[in-house]
């Protein structure tokens, strides 16, 4: 136990943590931008670009995978490759919202189509966005699937003609 505690601590004297907020400094941003570039770089070619050695980026990685700033490293797949050609984004209205979320949301998640769901404020009860193959696997998930939940009372559905911007959050 005392091992770990020496570990937290050095941890954290090691990062500023400050209202939540993980601070970090010029080092964990260039790497941070490097594999937000390329997930799959390595971390000698980070060391390089950094100009400190191999165990230090490790290091560095682990401190912010320990924080949370890092929620892991992912593979893009050209959806389009696959025949996903309809990306759309459906506002669900639901009766007695705060009632249904939970069940609804649990029935979205076993339609694979559905990639994010969203608990918002405004019209909407819950925004979703959906891939499908064409227009009519759209109607279909619609009608069969997602209309059919119990609580959902309407949806609206708006189709992207094209994602113009994809990017993560600038550091």
């Known amino acids: 136990k005392f091992k770990k505690f020496n570990f937290i601590l050095k941890i954290l004297a090691y990062m500023k943590i400050l209202n939540e907020k993980v ?3 010029g080092i964990d941003k260039i790497i ?4 937000v570039k390329n997930a799959r770089i390595s971390i000698m070619e980070i060391s390089k670009l950094v100009g400190i050695s191999g165990a230090a980026v490790h290091q560095r ?7 949370d700033l890092i929620k892991g490293s992912q593979i893009n797949i050209n ?3 696959l025949g996903y050609k309809t990306m759309a984004f459906i506002g ?21 189509e559905v990639i994010e769901c969203h608990y918002t404020t405004g019209d909407w009860s819950i ?3 959906i891939l499908c193959k064409d227009n009519q696997h759209l109607m279909n998930i619609l009608n069969d699937k997602i209309q059919a939940i119990s609580g959902v009372s309407r949806t609206e559905t708006y189709i992207s003609l094209e994602q113009q911007i994809d990017r993560q959050i600038n550091l």
Do not use: G, M, Q, R
């Not at 639901?94 to 009632?99: F, V």
């Open 23 to 25: 601070l970090i400094d």
């Open 92 to 112: 669900i209205y639901l009766d007695k919202a705060i009632i249904n979320n939970p069940e609804a949301v649990k029935n979205l998640k076993l339609i694979p």
């Open 61 to 67: 990685l682990k401190k912010l995978e320990n924080s």
């Open 127 to 129: 925004f979703i966005k």
């Open 79 to 81: 959806t389009k490759i």
């Open 32 to 35: 941070l931008k490097a594999l």
